[in-house]
């Protein structure tokens, strides 16, 4: 069983809508959450992180957390072109950093 | 990208010949990661660091070593390249560790 399983897509919205990512984690001795956002040829970039339970929003975008069920997502509001990239959820437990194979988002204009 | 170099940003190599990446932070950040990424397969984690002279294996250390002699620099050596080693290779650094920061990555080719 992999540690973190998303999946992959393709995902597509339209511009201005709501895009929802989500996520699973296999172990429950994890401690913290995170999503990166990876366009073509670059590298990983931080753009939300969570350790409790519930939502936490900044700006479009907002992540939210169920350790019960082991779940973790990521909502974009008023997607943008700009958006359209591979979205990596990751969790952290023991020091190092499980990631899964991303999902792949395009907004259409 | 949060004071992290890697080096070099591309190489073409030999099979069987020793390849040895670098990953310079600026920030002083205790854990220093080596992944590599491939398509299907994610980012997998090859070897960590926790500070200077203490590392770890990953999911898919074998055919690869590593040595942090400094606290801001951390060594990734292919003893031997192969085929399979083909990747672009990430560098990450986090303080706690809280988030982990990349840096621009390596593209090796092993031919």
């Known amino acids: 069983q992999k540690e973190v399983e998303q999946n992959s897509g393709p995902l597509s919205v339209p511009e201005g809508a709501i895009a929802s990512l989500n996520c699973t984690y296999s172990d429950r001795g994890s401690q913290s959450f995170f999503w990166y956002r990876q366009y073509s040829g670059k590298s990983p970039e931080l753009i939300m992180f969570?350790?409790?339970?519930g939502d936490k929003e900044d700006g479009r975008f907002t992540a939210q957390l169920n350790k019960a069920s082991q779940y973790v997502s990521l909502l974009i509001r008023d997607s943008q072109p700009s958006d359209s990239a591979t979205y990596l959820c990751a969790v952290c437990r023991g020091g190092q950093f499980y990631f899964g194979t991303g999902t792949s988002l395009t907004v259409i204009p | 990208d949060a004071g992290i170099t890697q080096s070099p940003r591309h190489k073409v190599t030999e099979t069987g010949t020793p390849v040895t990446l670098r990953c310079h932070q600026t920030e002083n950040h205790r854990y220093m990661y080596w992944y590599r990424q491939d398509p299907g397969h994610g980012l997998r984690l090859i070897h960590y660091s926790y500070g200077v002279k203490d590392t770890d294996k990953g999911e898919v250390s074998d055919g690869y070593s590593v040595s942090r002699s400094k606290t801001e620099d951390f060594l990734l050596t292919l003893e031997s390249a192969t085929s399979s080693q083909t990747s672009v290779y990430f560098c990450?650094?986090?303080?706690?560790?809280?988030?982990?920061?990349f840096g621009q990555g390596t593209r090796l080719t092993v031919v």
């Open positions: 990450a650094i986090s303080a706690d560790p809280t988030e982990a920061f």
């Open positions: 969570i350790y409790s339970n």
